[in-house]
């Protein structure tokens, strides 16, 4: 063997005091406040598009729905119900099983009614006025 021998030494003690936790401290807002506001816009996002409320629908709607069920489905039911909210026809199950629940999206806002509404020249023209 050789009696010149180098013996290398690698120090990894940091001499500097800096640690992983020390190094990213102060950028760590740079990293953890987008990240919140990216998470808490993502959750908005999905609360308006997924989040539902019942839709109101008339007995006579339901009824409809269920004959359509029936004939798309060639369900043999004979009876259906109504599915009631709050004293309103939301939607109708089926003697099969079958279960249809009108919901929309939470903001979707219901049509406008106009309260006084204008007749347009279109109207005026194609409207037969008995003559004097």
């Not at 740079?30 to 996002?45: E, H, M, S």
């Not at 004959?67 to 199950?93: D, M, S, Y």
Request: glycine share 4%; hydrophobic share 35%.
């Amino acid at each position: 063997m050789s009696e010149n021998r180098h013996i290398v030494s690698v120090d990894n003690t940091n001499t500097h005091g800096e640690n992983m936790f020390d190094m990213l401290s102060p950028n760590q807002y740079l990293i953890i406040v987008p990240t919140v506001w990216t998470c808490f816009a993502i959750y908005l996002a999905w609360y308006f598009a997924k989040a539902k409320r019942y839709s109101p629908l008339t007995p006579s709607e339901a009824r409809q729905l269920w004959a359509f069920h029936k004939h798309e489905t060639n369900c043999n039911g004979r009876k259906w119900r109504q599915l009631k909210r709050r004293k309103q026809t939301v939607g109708f199950e089926c003697e099969c099983g079958y279960k249809h629940v009108q919901k929309r999206p939470m903001i979707a806002h219901t049509p406008a009614t106009l309260n006084n509404p204008q007749v347009s020249a279109f109207d005026k023209l194609h409207t037969s006025y008995k003559s004097a």
